[in-house]
């Protein structure tokens, strides 16, 4: 994908693995990498975050970003993303306006269990709601297909997985990708984790690129937390990537049932839960 359309997919979070570069939706906030546990049935969670993305080339930014999950069945979760997204090219006049609205479905077919991991799809559609004229878009509706799996053992939790993009904009190229992360809960508070994530040549002209981002959430209460991260390449294209986000979960009579890998009390959140 372009580098500006890359952003924009980091920026509609969830991730680029959400993967990396104009195009790079977002994933799990505030991650690159996925994990496949849905929202609890009849939950909502709700994002208000932004993210940054220097390149070579110039900066793009979302500010404000906006997303919504829902458990509309259970095991099932739709997902969309709004991006109010700044494209600052080096030597040319910034843009700023909507971006690419994201949406997709998240389906987990396989439940984790002491000795097994749990098992989920993700497919999302880019919409090409920005102006690729003012690099606040893709210009095409693109495709993300990725699978997800993910393991706990106590305080510590890890997922990842990959899957295939394909876009058809100008420009544009079809690529893999894929990316694994590690985290673990440091009381009731922090939870902290590392990832490694990589995408295939995502333009005519592009390269290959892996970045290593850490970060991690501070919960204020079960259902109100501070997300963070901070990351950049290690091989490929140049991009230093960062995120910053609040998180609220609400719906439901009853207090849901924690999602694997949260921070102690955490309820409908893991770092990667979407």
């Not at 009849?42 to 940054?52: A, D, I, Q």
């Not at 999950?69 to 969309?80: C, D, K, S």
């Not at 394909?166 to 544009?172: L, P």
Request: no cysteine; proline share 6%.
């Amino acid at each position: 994908m372009q580098m500006n359309n890359y952003r924009s997919t980091i920026y509609a979070v969830a991730a680029f693995i959400s993967v990396l570069a104009p195009g790079v939706a977002l994933a799990g906030p505030p991650f690159l990498t996925d994990d496949p546990a849905p929202v609890d049935y009849k939950h909502s969670e709700f994002y208000v975050f932004s993210t940054y993305d220097k390149a070579k080339d110039g900066k793009d930014i979302a500010a404000p970003a906006f997303e919504y999950n829902y458990g509309a069945f259970p095991e099932t979760q739709l997902h969309i993303v709004v991006p109010f997204v700044k494209s600052a090219p080096n030597g040319a006049a910034s843009e700023y306006g909507i971006g690419d609205v994201e949406i997709g479905v998240k389906y987990r077919f396989v439940q984790e269990t002491d000795t097994t991991p749990q098992i989920g799809i993700f497919p999302m559609a880019e919409l090409p709601t920005g102006d690729s004229d003012k690099g606040l878009g893709n210009g095409k509706t693109w495709w993300r297909l990725p699978v997800w799996i993910q393991k706990s053992w106590g305080e510590w939790t890890t997922y990842g997985g990959g899957g295939y993009v394909i876009n058809h904009a100008n420009g544009q190229k079809d690529y893999p990708f894929g990316g694994w992360l590690l985290q673990k809960d440091f009381g009731e508070n922090w939870t902290l984790g590392g990832e490694v994530f990589a995408r295939g040549k995502d333009t005519v002209d592009g390269q290959a690129t892996t970045i290593v981002n850490v970060g991690g959430l501070y919960k204020f209460t079960p259902d109100f937390n501070l997300l963070f991260s901070v990351g950049r390449d290690v091989s490929g294209e140049r991009h230093t990537v960062a995120y910053l986000g609040l998180w609220w979960a609400f719906g439901g009579e009853e207090k849901s049932e924690q999602k694997t890998g949260a921070v102690p009390g955490a309820g409908r959140w893991s770092l990667a839960g979407r």
